[in-house]
């Protein structure tokens, strides 16, 4: 089966604090991504990556980056945390041409 | 500008009743759809997909999907619900067949009451 692993469950930060989110998969996938989920809006794409050290943006990318330097670890990065950055963050990993996501469990964020 | 409507934040169903969890979509383009659904505390799973072909899909846990291109819909159904079935359950559309950008739906909170 695969798996999609990311590092912390629960995270709680300070507003201007510099946010790691690391997100781990095992099966070799060349897509990755990463998503935040908010109560009513779904899942919105933050960035996508397909290949190691390529990445594209996805609709709200403003306020994050995102590192990819190996295939198996893709990093979200939230420069200077706010507090309407608080949200549930979801990893997810896919083949290249293949219809189906893999997702990680989450990691749920608090900027105080 | 691309877009999936889930029109109902809650679903209440008991137990043993059919269920429908509805999904419309605006997009331009030939749209690839998919179901996932979320259990408590986990991340999503895939439950089944329409690419091309028959208009009725069927996927995981024995649900299926219409796809209804005039209306523009790929409801969710489920001749039966099951207490378990109760869940977070989200629509998604591609519009391209590389599958690397997804437009998901609000999310629908299915209720099955014992």
């Known amino acids: 089966d695969v798996k999609v692993t990311q590092s912390s469950r629960y995270l709680v930060k300070r507003t201007g604090e510099k946010v790691f989110l690391e997100c781990v998969q095992d099966m070799d996938h060349e897509n990755m991504f990463w998503y935040r989920q908010d109560p009513g809006l779904g899942l919105r794409l933050i960035y996508f990556?397909?290949?190691?050290?390529?990445?594209e943006k996805g609709d709200i990318p403003e306020g994050y980056s995102v590192s990819r330097e190996k295939k198996e670890r893709f990093s979200l990065i939230l420069e200077s945390a706010s507090t309407n950055q608080t949200s549930m963050y979801l990893c997810?990993?896919?083949?290249?041409?293949?219809?189906?996501?893999?997702f990680g469990s989450g990691t749920q964020l608090s900027v105080l | 500008a691309q877009s999936v409507a889930q029109p109902e934040d809650q679903v209440n169903v008991a137990e043993g009743n059919p269920l429908t969890v509805k999904c419309t979509y605006s997009v331009s383009g030939n749209p690839y759809l998919f179901w996932y659904v979320q259990y408590p505390n986990r991340g999503l799973q895939f439950l089944l997909k329409?690419?091309?072909?028959?208009?009725l899909v069927k996927g995981s846990y024995g649900f299926e999907a219409e796809f209804n291109k005039s209306q523009t819909s790929f409801h969710l159904k489920k001749p039966s619900a099951l207490v378990s079935d109760s869940a977070l359950y989200f629509c998604?559309?591609?519009?391209?067949?590389?599958?690397?950008?997804?437009?998901f739906g609000s999310g629908t909170k299915l209720n099955v009451k014992p």
């Open positions: 998604a559309v591609s519009l391209t067949l590389n599958f690397n950008k997804f437009y």
């Open positions: 997810a990993s896919s083949l290249m041409g293949d219809e189906k996501l893999f």
């Open positions: 329409y690419i091309t072909g028959d208009n």
């Open positions: 990556s397909y290949d190691v050290k390529m990445k």
